[in-house]
């Protein structure tokens, strides 16, 4: 079954990651350029996640996983543990506090999946294949951003402007650039 994509506000909302390997690391450093405040849980810690901790963009509890550590404040939790029967019940105490769920191993313990992302100023697509195979996500990721138009941001920009003063014009434009990327 294919997941609808959402486009959501993470600013400054809690954001937990249990774990602190290299799965949890991708997902720490796709979630940062969003700017939420992200606090990473786990027993053993890679390198890469202490210099993130030690250049404050993330807030580290080396501890083992336990109940209290997701409360109800807590907007998103990413479960990146190499634990199926953990991911099962911290998925499950997320669910019960409606808070919103990524289990790296298993679709099943997931209320959210993450996609590929291109990711440039304004301008965000997302990519996923209802979990079936990531790394054509990915592959696909790499194809788009190969063929995507150069400076799209400076449409957008000048859309921005328009489309509030001269819709006419902001049409024009739009036609105009995507005439042009295709020559
Ligand atoms: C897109 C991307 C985003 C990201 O992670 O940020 C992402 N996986 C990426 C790469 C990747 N993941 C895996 C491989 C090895 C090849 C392979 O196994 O296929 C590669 C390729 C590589 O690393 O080169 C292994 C893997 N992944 C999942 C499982 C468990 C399972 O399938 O049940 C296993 C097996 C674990 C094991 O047992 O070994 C599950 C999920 N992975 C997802 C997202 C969600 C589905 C998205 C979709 O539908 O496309 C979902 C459901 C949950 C989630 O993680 O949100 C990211 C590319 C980032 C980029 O663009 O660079
Ligand atoms: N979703 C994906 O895209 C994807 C891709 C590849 C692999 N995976 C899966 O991701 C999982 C994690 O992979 P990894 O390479 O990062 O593993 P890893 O072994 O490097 O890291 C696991 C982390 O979980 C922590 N942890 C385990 N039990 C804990 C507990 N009870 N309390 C607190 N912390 C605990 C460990 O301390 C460690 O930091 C694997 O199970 C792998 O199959 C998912």
Redesign the pocket.
């Known amino acids: 079954m294919a997941?609808f994509p959402i486009f959501v506000d993470l600013k400054d909302k809690n954001v937990v990651i249990i774990g602190a390997g290299d799965?949890a690391y991708?997902?720490v450093e796709?979630l940062l350029p969003f700017h939420p405040k992200i606090t990473v849980i786990a027993k053993k810690v890679n390198e890469k996640i202490k210099e993130l901790f030690f250049s404050k963009k993330i807030d580290l509890k080396i501890k083992q996983f336990d109940e209290n550590d997701i409360q109800q404040d807590h907007f998103l939790v990413v479960v990146a543990v190499d634990d199926l029967e953990l991911q099962k019940r911290i998925s499950q105490i997320c669910s019960k506090k409606n808070i919103l769920v990524?289990?790296?191993?298993?679709?099943e313990y997931?209320s959210?999946?993450?996609?590929?992302?291109i990711h440039d100023g304004d301008l965000v697509i997302g990519?996923?294949?209802?979990?079936?195979?990531?790394?054509?996500?990915?592959a696909l990721?790499a194809y788009l951003m190969q063929r995507l138009p150069k400076n799209i941001e400076n449409l957008i920009e000048k859309v921005s402007k328009l489309r509030k003063i001269d819709t006419k014009n902001m049409q024009i434009e739009i036609k105009k650039f995507f005439n042009d990327a295709k020559n």
């Open positions: 997941y799965i991708r997902k796709v990524n289990s790296v191993d298993s679709k997931c959210f999946i993450f996609g590929s992302i990519i996923n294949t209802s979990s079936k195979a990531p790394a054509v996500s990915k990721k």
